[in-house]
């Protein structure tokens, strides 16, 4: 039989083979076992997070505050560089950096770029976008993704190969052309992520049109985005949103809409999501109808989602506002309106004397204050005024943030620096909240990143700001 007996000791292991006795003992060095240093791997762990949540401070948190000059949405400059949504982009030169004609794209004395990609190869110089500007909210349009330079056409910052560059125009929506093709944009079939040619779509580039959303005709059929659905080429227009319509029919995503009884020939929009024929209004998205409107024949609309007729104001689908006066009927903002009578947040009346709208949604009359149609109470009417950032706003008494007073804050020195940021002569504060650490003299625009750091650091190790 045969088996192994083993000894061993701190440096060397003993065995011996009992099948064959004659064998002797054999020793076999072994290395010395090293005793794990515990605290100095820990220690090395803790200043490499250290080094690692510095780095997201400094180029990837939210450095909102610390901006000199916000150029759009993505976009911001301040002393440090460039930042594209809130991080640092690389190589960018923050003294020429500027966005190209309001658009996705951006560029600086040596480079362009495409949201926080650069475009290698792009010419700065002759590089033009094509497309529409962005909203004021940052949403992105439809065909916010065409462009060219002197040597290729782009879309979302990828090349499209066998462009005619001297005919190559944006025609809308998600189009544009040369003189041989017709391109489409579509995220579905993944041009973002990997840089294919743009769509190209079997029709007819001479008589091809854009008509509004994503519809679109030649000489041979209709479309909605790329697909063919038939319309009557004649009379086949665009409405609103979703829908077109012919002679025939209404047409929702494309398709013929059978849910309620439309009238085509008398289907038109009311701008602002809203469209009507000679029986209803309606919120175009779903044909959703607007309650107690008389004369569909004679509403139109009077801006900020307010609408009427001949005998009344109505407000998106709440429908009619009792008791309005239509000779006097004013729309001011975010909801507010008044005549002669009474001021009105959205459907309710809220005052019957005159009113002075302030900004950040903040609205006053002789007596009260309100925000969002809700009176602040206490607040002084004849000394209130809005200070900024949407939500800040001081009287002789009190300085509020929303409808909440800042505790303690002092009205007379109270004045909002940016981002989240605002002090007096006291305090500085984060959203309202004071920091007991922060010094007032010290709280500029050009100086607030560095609270950022002091605030990771309070929630890290104490648990607040």
Same mark, same amino acid.
């Given at each position: 039989?045969?088996?192994?007996?083993?000894l061993?000791?701190?440096?060397?292991?003993?065995?011996?083979?009992?099948?064959?006795?004659?064998?002797?003992?054999q020793?076999?060095?072994q290395?010395p076992i090293?005793?794990?240093n515990?605290f100095g791997?820990?220690?090395?762990?803790?200043?490499l997070?250290?080094f690692?949540?510095?780095?997201?401070?400094?180029f990837?948190?939210?450095?909102?505050?610390?901006?000199?000059?916000?150029?759009?949405?993505a976009y911001v400059?301040?002393?440090?560089g460039?930042?594209?949504?809130?991080?640092?982009?690389? /190589?960018?030169d923050?003294?020429?950096?500027?966005?190209?004609?309001?658009?996705?794209?951006?560029?600086?004395?040596?480079?362009?770029?495409?949201?926080?990609r650069k475009?290698?190869?792009?010419?700065?110089? @002759?590089?033009?976008?094509?497309?529409?500007?962005?909203?004021?909210?940052?949403?992105?349009?439809?065909?916010a993704?065409?462009?060219k330079?002197k040597s290729?056409?782009?879309?979302? /910052?990828?090349?499209?190969?066998?462009v005619d560059?001297?005919?190559?125009?944006?025609i809308g929506?998600?189009?544009?052309?040369?003189k041989?093709?017709?391109? &489409?944009?579509d995220?579905s079939?993944g041009?973002?992520?990997?840089?294919k !040619?743009?769509?190209?779509?079997?029709v007819d580039?001479?008589t091809?049109q854009?008509?509004?959303?994503?519809y @679109?005709?030649?000489k041979?059929?209709?479309?909605?985005?790329?697909?063919?659905?038939?319309?009557d080429?004649?009379?086949?227009?665009y409405?609103?949103?979703? &829908?077109?319509?012919?002679?025939n029919?209404?047409y929702?995503?494309? /398709?013929v809409?059978?849910?309620k009884?439309?009238?085509?020939?008398?289907?038109?929009s009311l701008?602002?999501?809203?469209?009507?024929d000679k029986?209803?209004?309606?919120?175009?998205f779903?044909?959703?109808?607007?309650?107690?409107?008389a004369n569909p024949?004679a509403v139109y609309?009077?801006?900020?989602g307010?609408?009427?007729?001949?005998?009344?104001?109505?407000?998106?689908?709440?429908?009619?506002?009792?008791g309005?006066?239509?000779? @006097?009927?004013?729309?001011?903002d975010?909801?507010?309106?008044?005549?002669?009578?009474n001021?009105y947040y959205?459907?309710?009346?809220?005052?019957?004397?005159d009113?002075?709208?302030?900004?950040?949604n903040?609205?006053? !009359?002789?007596?009260?204050?309100?925000?969002?149609?809700?009176k602040?109470e206490?607040?002084?009417?004849?000394?209130?005024?809005?200070?900024?950032?949407?939500r800040?706003?001081?009287?002789?008494?009190?300085?509020?943030i929303?409808?909440?007073?800042?505790?303690?804050?002092?009205?007379?020195?109270?004045?909002?620096?940016? /981002?989240?940021?605002?002090?007096?002569?006291?305090r500085?504060?984060?959203?309202?909240?004071?920091?007991?650490?922060?010094?007032?003299?010290?709280?500029t625009i050009?100086?607030?990143?560095?609270?950022?750091?002091t605030m990771l650091l309070?929630?890290?190790f104490?648990g607040?700001i």
């Amino acid at each position: 039989m045969f088996f192994l007996v083993s000894l061993r000791d701190i440096r060397n292991l003993y065995f011996m083979d009992q099948e064959n006795t004659h064998t002797a003992s054999q020793t076999i060095e072994q290395k010395p076992i090293k005793k794990k240093n515990l605290f100095g791997r820990m220690k090395k762990r803790y200043y490499l997070f250290l080094f690692v949540i510095s780095m997201v401070i400094i180029f990837g948190i939210n450095v909102v505050g610390k901006y000199e000059r916000m150029l759009n949405a993505a976009y911001v400059v301040n002393q440090i560089g460039v930042f594209c949504r809130q991080s640092y982009l690389w /190589g960018a030169d923050k003294d020429t950096f500027k966005v190209i004609d309001g658009g996705p794209y951006a560029k600086d004395s040596d480079s362009v770029y495409y949201g926080c990609r650069k475009i290698q190869g792009a010419d700065p110089i @002759t590089f033009q976008y094509l497309g529409s500007k962005f909203k004021s909210n940052g949403e992105r349009p439809l065909g916010a993704s065409y462009a060219k330079d002197k040597s290729h056409a782009y879309l979302f /910052g990828s090349r499209i190969e066998g462009v005619d560059l001297a005919t190559f125009v944006y025609i809308g929506g998600r189009y544009a052309k040369d003189k041989k093709n017709i391109f &489409y944009n579509d995220y579905s079939y993944g041009y973002y992520e990997n840089g294919k !040619d743009g769509r190209t779509l079997d029709v007819d580039v001479v008589t091809f049109q854009y008509l509004g959303g994503e519809y @679109t005709k030649d000489k041979n059929d209709t479309y909605y985005k790329n697909f063919p659905i038939g319309g009557d080429l004649s009379t086949f227009q665009y409405v609103d949103g979703e &829908y077109a319509k012919d002679k025939n029919n209404v047409y929702e995503f494309g /398709g013929v809409y059978i849910k309620k009884a439309i009238d085509p020939s008398t289907l038109q929009s009311l701008g602002e999501g809203f469209v009507k024929d000679k029986n209803n209004v309606y919120y175009s998205f779903g044909f959703e109808i607007v309650k107690g409107v008389a004369n569909p024949a004679a509403v139109y609309p009077i801006g900020k989602g307010f609408f009427r007729d001949t005998d009344n104001i109505y407000y998106r689908m709440a429908g009619k506002i009792e008791g309005a006066d239509l000779a @006097t009927f004013e729309v001011l903002d975010e909801g507010y309106s008044k005549d002669k009578n009474n001021v009105y947040y959205f459907m309710r009346k809220i005052s019957s004397l005159d009113v002075q709208y302030l900004g950040g949604n903040y609205i006053k !009359d002789n007596l009260n204050v309100y925000r969002y149609g809700k009176k602040i109470e206490g607040a002084d009417p004849a000394s209130f005024k809005y200070i900024g950032d949407d939500r800040y706003a001081k009287d002789l008494n009190h300085v509020y943030i929303g409808d909440s007073v800042i505790r303690d804050a002092d009205p007379n020195s109270f004045e909002y620096v940016g /981002g989240a940021y605002s002090k007096d002569k006291f305090r500085v504060y984060y959203y309202g909240r004071y920091l007991k650490w922060a010094n007032p003299a010290k709280c500029t625009i050009s100086t607030i990143n560095k609270y950022e750091w002091t605030m990771l650091l309070n929630i890290a190790f104490r648990g607040g700001i």
